[in-house]
């Protein structure tokens, strides 16, 4: 069964910016609930990324491609957050693809309705903030291990921090997540398992 947009906005309050009984009942009014299917494009290339999209149930990723290769950039699944960020600021067209990668239930918060709610409410104005703050931290947090650890390293962090997308992703996205071809990454999973079996 469905949580209701009360429900869902309690879990965003709870994992990113604690609102009050009113801020809950606010945030609630404009959350869109929305059904995708595996294999479906939540949104394409070429679009203007409107909404912020809450995970409730499922697993999306963002991809783009280059040099004719689909390149994962980012998974979510549920409890997180998905959009592309300078397509969502900028209300310009993106290059970046999202795609559900499981049967998937997302919670959408439309630009438009929260740009309204972020100047007049200070409760939402300090959740967009946070929920800001949090994918800004991720994202320097995953370009950073991309420049500076090993492959043996950035898959033992993927295992450490996010375990959901080794378990329930498909290899080929999480190799490009990584930045390893996919046989690569078979060699790095076999040399970390042999070593965490001694």
């Known amino acids: 069964m469905d949580n209701n947009p009360k429900d869902i906005a309690r879990e965003i309050s709870r994992l990113y910016c604690p609102l009050s009984a009113q801020g809950i009942e606010t945030l609630a009014s404009i959350l869109l609930p929305l059904k995708f299917q595996k294999g479906d494009t939540i949104m394409a290339e070429g679009t203007i990324c409107n909404a912020l999209y809450y995970v409730q149930k499922g697993m999306v990723r963002q991809y783009y491609y280059k040099n004719s290769k689909d390149v994962t950039e980012h998974f979510s699944f549920e409890g997180r957050i998905v959009f592309c960020i300078d397509s969502f600021l900028k209300q310009e067209p993106s290059r970046l693809i999202v795609e559900a990668l499981e049967n ?95």
């Open 104 to 198: 998937s239930v997302l919670y959408a918060i439309p630009y438009n309705k929260l740009q309204r709610l972020v100047t007049e409410d200070p409760e939402i104005s300090r959740l967009y903030r946070k929920i800001l703050e949090h994918v800004a931290i991720s994202s320097q947090e995953h370009a950073d291990s991309q420049r500076f650890e090993s492959a043996i390293e950035r898959y033992e962090r993927l295992l450490r921090e996010k375990p959901e997308i080794v378990l329930r992703a498909p290899l080929v996205h999480i190799a490009s997540f990584l930045q390893m071809m996919p046989e690569t990454l078979s060699r790095v999973r076999n040399f970390v398992n042999r070593s965490g079996n001694n």
